[in-house]
């Protein structure tokens, strides 16, 4: 009988050469059994390009999505109103950008739930996050009798407020050290309190490869790369040239902040973005020279 190993989300992991999934890929185990078979998931990253490149593959599969016909049959099962369906339907023809969004059934589902709730379409991928996080937010503000009235997290009561700019501090100092994975004692050293699990934006992991100690990790990796430039966002946006000083070669980094950019440039005003893209121009120009 054939054993399966899944690896499901490599580049949300904690990978490197002496790991022991380094050795499985490399095929360095003679104590593994010889009739496994390995199933790796991963977004495009760093890590997964570098074991892609130096590991043997019996098979390589792309998944692309949904198609465009089974985007028709999710709205079909997810949006109950027959005129409701027509009118998505309607805009989403109109909106080729967020059509190419609902090709990914995460997202297919968050913009269903937008539109349930606003009856259009978002404008951007941001859009969709900040929904998310504000619903989390209110639901998290109401459960400690704070009301869930605010419509924004900047106008949400101070304690529902620090505890979402602590997490997306977290987020954006984990993001850069490319930390996926918080113990209890990571989240005190952060002044975050164990009912920020109660926000439903964090949640523990349970997994034999960590100690006994409770781990934790963002409900999905694109949550965390929103919450960092959420919080990146409140502390550079009042001006050009704080944004200047922040988009240094350092801060670009390598492709794992790709996502991190776009997040960040949807919550800046226009000016500060052309700013943003000018720098980035200006850095990536200066490395190759």
Request: proline fraction near 3%; aromatic fraction near 8%; include cysteine.
């Amino acid at each position: 009988e054939l054993v399966m190993v899944v690896c499901d989300g490599l580049d949300e992991g904690q990978i490197n050469r002496s790991s022991l999934l380094w050795k499985m890929l490399q095929r360095e185990c003679p104590a593994l059994p010889c009739n496994m078979r390995l199933l790796m998931t991963s977004r495009p990253c760093p890590i997964v390009r570098e074991v892609d490149s130096s590991c043997q593959f019996d098979r390589r599969v792309e998944v692309t999505g949904f198609t465009r016909q089974a985007v028709h049959e999710f709205i079909d099962k997810y949006v109950n109103d027959e005129n409701a369906r027509r009118k998505l339907r309607e805009q989403l023809e109109l909106s080729p950008t967020v059509e190419a969004l609902m090709m990914t059934p995460f997202f297919a589902l968050l913009i269903c739930d937008f539109f349930k709730q606003h009856g259009k379409l978002p404008q951007r991928m941001t859009d969709l996050f900040a929904e998310m996080v504000l619903k989390l937010a209110q639901r998290f503000s109401e459960a400690r009798g704070l009301g869930d009235s605010f419509q924004n997290i900047h106008h949400a009561p101070d304690h529902v407020k620090k505890v979402m700019m602590l997490l997306g501090k977290l987020a954006w100092s984990s993001l850069q050290e490319k930390k996926l994975y918080f113990t209890a004692i990571d989240l005190e050293s952060a002044g975050i309190a164990l009912e920020v699990c109660e926000t439903g934006l964090l949640v523990e992991v349970e997994s034999s490869d960590f100690s006994t100690a409770d781990v934790f990790s963002f409900i999905h990796l694109s949550l965390q790369e929103y919450l960092a430039a959420m919080h990146v966002a409140a502390h550079i946006a009042a001006s050009a040239e704080e944004v200047k000083r922040f988009a240094t070669a350092d801060n670009f980094g390598e492709g794992h902040l790709q996502t991190f950019w776009v997040f960040l440039a949807g919550q800046m005003s226009r000016e500060n973005v052309e700013v943003l893209l000018q720098q980035h121009v200006k850095e990536y120009s200066s490395s190759w020279s």
